[in-house]
């Protein structure tokens, strides 16, 4: 490894604009004669929308214009797709019902979007907002999933509440095999509703240009190109040759900024209508109503186990809330990347799960951090750990029994997915030790004389990442492939740019990207520069979540260097006068094998574009290159996490004293960025276990709206980690990279159940409910003393 | 409307607000000081955090015209052209920041914290930065950033001496 090729942890390019305050994320933009947008959103979570009167407020001061569902509609305009279609068991089409951009005849959840006001400055948006008068007439609610379920239960789509009843595995295998069991254990639970609540609000500039004819959206966006296609062909039904997308800095995504939402189409279109461009900032109390919101699922899981403690048969039940319309990628969120992840690290030969999916007077639910990953994992795990108690059986043991054994991948489970490589003995053993496993009786002890109740968790978890590939997500129902491009540019005196279809919004590719460059062409990256995030610049891209970035995106990367590299042997061998293989590329120069004789990557790449002795009948002038990588299955992390708590009776407070983290993410290019990526991953796993949830009321008003009372992690919260990796090379990209961006928040939330419940075994405890509040903690504690004392 | 004159980052300033503009307001949208960020509406994240004489404050909650004649540093007066602040570089070294966007707030908090106390333990900079909220690090770097930065800076004062 090169002091900053791969492997190296080399400090970021990108920090100096970010330390200094010179970042430059959508709010920060601002177009000449910019307007400001103000949305009125629904107060109720359903009603049906009467007269909506707009004449005072298009009298109030500063007022440039207001528009509802019906001008939407008016101009042809389409409602917000879907992205990816799921199936029900019996073949037939899933529910898809319309998602208007503002909402047309009903709204269906606080927050829903019913008007625009456009004007001089945010205030006076907002302050003429007020005078709008909406003749709304409220409806029943449905306000959970049980209430979506009970007969004559309001409907939230004319279709009723079910999108969709879907199933994968086995069934009749499955029930035969719980026939066979010695033991079953069994659990019910709750993967808790989360709000992804990146740091930098949602945010949206459209600017139409007259004179071109042109629309320039500016967008807190994960995936600007998806953007386009989806608002260009859906939504406005423009070209996309009229559309730009741009994602500069984005201030943190998590999912929450993949989708296409209302306000970028909304802004887009009316800059065209009033002439002008608009911006539109959300405030926090807004984008915890219009954000897509995280998890939300209800389980019900069994495993069937033979006398060894061997898992023979697994039986999921699962009710997954999409909130009140289909968010982009929500269908394939409790199906694809959930279900598909029951396996774990473990050989159950068979497994049947049934997912339904269900509409509810709520926001909608898509992708967060780990995306049905989590919820697979903490069902699995959590249940696991029933598995051992059922069995009178060590939490270690059960697992190592049941682990896909090293020597058995390529494996292919029960569920879909085949694991290309993977090493759980290793990584759990390396955690046991860092997480001093063994030494756990002693320190429980000496918290019991402090009359603390102290706990370990154990979570030996699995993910797919990478996503995806375009073949395997179509036949899923992903209505388009997930493949990922790069074009590099070498400039003539030599420095780089790497356009790039992923978006930066915290990962660092500025600086891993340029170390996989500088890796190849032996140049240093301040040579190199990432640029991303703009579709006129950029031929094409899918953008960034699943942690896709380095596995497809840096292979696409690795691809187009190979060309580069191809060409610059051929410009080099005509320099040297030599046959192009013979030659070498040896730390930053091309070298005639076996001689002295060289040319310096600069010097080839300035024979590419000022060619006077060039061999331009056989090489086009230039040094530019484009490869598209579309990967052949996804990619596999997996590992353990350990996690250590003490729970003060007198309180039902849970501190997390000890948490450690051994994570297999393939190869790793910079260190430090992967530690950092862990660490985020594991405040947000944590902060989902102990502390964060989203409540509504039975009005499906929305309790939780706010920092006031939706509870952030903050640094007091969270203890410091112990993170290690372990490498199995993944098998099918020539990086070897498995990604781990999502890692930190799969593997923790069942590592700090397991503890909360250990340390709470005693007393009678065998499950509980995200988050581990202390409210919950002390009235279950206190539950069991009222028991014991009876 | 009123006029507030101050001072922001060593520079002599004055415009017209409103008597609701607030400081962050003013920084952003009127002294293109973009660096200075919103995260909330409630006071409770801390990506607005400016020093005011000295001391950090939260800028999304103080009125713009409270601010008349005061001294005030923004995440854009911390680094001496292109040298980061010790406080800076330490964010740098130990990887203190993912999406930049709490970090601004983070280093003028930080930097507060270090000038009240060079040596400030884990616990301590854990509880004082109970203000300012990240979703991207987990805050494990951001802590030995902020020690390590503590030091670095009562280092450069000492040899300033
Ligand atoms: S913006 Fe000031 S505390 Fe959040
Ligand atoms: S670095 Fe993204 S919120 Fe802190």
């Known amino acids: 490894m090169g002091a900053e090729g791969i492997g190296a942890a080399v400090r970021r390019k990108e920090d100096f604009r970010f330390l200094t305050g010179r970042g430059n994320y959508t709010d920060d933009i601002n177009r000449p004669g910019q307007t400001h947008a103000y949305f009125l959103r629904s107060q109720v979570a359903h009603a049906t929308i009467g007269n909506i009167d707009t004449a005072k407020a298009a009298k109030a001061p500063g007022v440039v214009a207001i528009f509802t569902g019906a001008d939407f509609a008016a101009d042809g305009k389409g409602g917000l797709p879907c992205g990816w279609l799921v199936k029900n ?67 939230v789509h004319d279709g009723g509440n079910v999108c969709y009843d879907w199933h994968i595995g086995d069934k009749d295998a499955c029930d035969a095999a719980f026939k066979k069991a010695f033991k079953v254990a069994k659990l019910d639970l709750v993967n808790n509703r989360l709000i992804p609540n990146a740091m930098e609000p949602r945010a949206a500039i459209g600017d139409f240009d007259r004179a071109t004819g042109e629309y320039t959206l500016y967008t807190t966006s994960q995936n600007p190109h998806v953007i386009r296609l989806l608002m260009g062909a859906f939504v406005l039904q423009i070209p996309e040759s009229r559309l730009r997308v741009v994602a500069p800095d984005v201030g943190g995504g998590f999912g929450s900024k993949i989708f ?20 539109w900032t959300c405030d926090r109390a807004e984008s915890f109503m219009s954000d897509a919101h995280g998890r939300d699922h209800v389980s019900h899981a069994e495993m069937a186990m033979d006398k060894d403690g061997k898992f023979l048969a697994l039986r999921v039940k699962t009710d997954a809330n999409m909130g009140a319309y289909l968010s982009t990628f929500a269908p394939a969120v409790p199906t694809y990347l959930y279900a598909t992840l029951l396996a774990g690290t473990y050989t159950t030969p068979v497994i049947y799960a049934e997912v339904r999916a269900l509409f509810t007077n709520t926001v909608p639910v898509d992708a967060y951090r780990g995306a049905g990953r989590p919820e697979a994992t903490f069902l699995l795990e959590r249940l696991v750990d029933n598995c051992a108690a059922e069995m009178g059986m060590d939490r270690v043991e059960i697992r190592k029994r049941n682990f896909i054994p090293a020597d058995a991948f390529p494996y292919q489970t029960p569920v879909a997915l085949q694991y290309d490589s993977g090493d759980y003995q290793a990584t759990l053993a390396s955690a046991l030790k860092i997480a001093d496993w063994a030494g756990f009786e002693a320190r429980r002890v000496a918290a019991a004389k402090k ?28 209505r388009a492939g997930l493949y990922e491009c790069a074009n590099i540019r070498v400039h003539p005196t030599g420095s780089v740019t790497v356009f790039t279809g992923c978006h930066s919004h915290g990962q660092g590719h500025e600086t891993t990207y340029a170390q996989l460059v500088a890796d190849r062409l032996g140049i240093s990256i301040d040579q190199i520069e990432v640029s991303h995030g703009d579709t006129n610049k950029i031929p094409f891209g899918m953008g960034t979540y699943g942690s896709r970035s380095l596995a497809v995106g840096g292979t696409a990367i690795v691809k187009a260097l190979d060309k580069i590299v191809d060409k610059a042997k051929k410009i080099a061998a005509h320099l040297l006068e030599a046959s192009p293989a013979d030659i070498e590329l040896k730390d930053g120069k091309f070298v005639v094998a076996g001689t002295d004789k060289a040319k310096a990557f600069g010097e080839i790449s300035l024979a590419a574009y000022v060619p006077h002795n ?47 983290a051994v994570d297999d993410v393939g190869r790793v290019v910079n260190p430090m960025i992967v530690e950092g990526q862990v660490h985020g991953g594991l405040a947000q796993g944590i902060g989902q276990a102990l502390l964060e949830t989203c409540v509504y009321d039975e009005n499906g008003q929305l309790r939780s709206g706010s920092y006031m ?35 930190g928040a799969i593997g923790s939330p069942p590592a700090v159940i397991n503890a909360v419940v250990d340390a709470l075994r005693e007393t009678g405890v065998r499950h509980i409910d995200m988050p581990a509040t202390p409210s919950k903690i002390w009235a279950l504690l206190n539950s069991g003393r009222r028991a014991a004392a009876e | 409307m009123p006029k507030v004159s101050l001072t922001v980052n060593g520079r002599a300033v004055s415009a017209d607000v409103e008597g609701r503009t607030l400081l962050v307001q003013l920084l952003r949208e009127k002294l293109g000081l973009t660096g200075t960020h919103v995260g909330c509406d409630t006071s409770q994240c801390g990506a607005c955090v400016v020093h005011i004489d000295g001391k950090s404050v939260k800028s999304c909650t103080y009125l713009a015209v409270a601010a008349e004649g005061a001294n005030v540093t923004t995440i854009e007066g911390l680094a001496n052209g292109n040298e980061l602040h010790p406080m800076q570089a330490a964010f740098k070294e130990h990887h203190g920041l993912q999406c930049g966007f709490c970090t601004p707030g ?29 979703r991207c690090t987990g805050y494990h770097n951001i802590v030995k950033a902020v020690q390590a930065g503590a030091k670095a800076m009562a280092g450069a004062k000492a040899a300033a001496d």
């Open chain 2, 106 to 134: 983070m280093v003028m908090s930080a930097v507060d914290l270090a000038k009240r106390n060079s040596n400030p333990s884990e616990h301590e900079v854990r509880e004082w930065l109970e203000g300012n909220i990240c």
């Open chain 1, 451 to 478: 009359g603390k109740l102290r706990g370990i968790g154990i979570s030996t978890y699995l993910e797919a990442c990478g996503i995806a590939p375009s073949a395997v997500v179509g036949s899923l129902g992903a």
């Open chain 1, 709 to 743: 009372d939706y509870t952030m992690p903050r640094a007091d919260d969270l203890p410091s980690f112990d993170v290690a990796t372990q490498s199995t090379l993944c098998t099918h990209n020539p990086l070897g990279v498995k990604g781990v961006g999502e890692v």
């Open chain 1, 614 to 660: 060039y061999p331009i009948d056989t090489v086009e002038p230039g040094l530019e290159e484009t490869a598209f990588y579309d990967p052949k299955n996804f990619t596999f992390p997996g590992g353990c996490h350990i996690c250590e708590v003490e729970i003060d009776p007198d309180t039902g407070v849970t501190k997390v004293v000890k948490f450690t």
């Open chain 1, 89 to 155: 068991k019996d073949g037939s089409p899933m529910q898809e019902p319309p998602h208007p951009v503002l909402a047309q005849g009903k709204v269906r959840h606080v927050g829903d979007p019913i008007a625009v006001v456009i004007a001089e400055t945010r205030e006076q948006a907002k302050d003429a907002a007020e005078l709008i008068d909406v003749q709304l007439t409220e409806l029943p609610v449905v306000g959970t999933m049980a209430d979506a379920v009970k007969p004559g239960a309001a409907k």
């Open chain 1, 260 to 279: 296409h939402y209302a306000e970028e189409a909304t802004v887009t279109w009316a800059s065209a209508k009033v002439g002008r461009p608009i911006k």
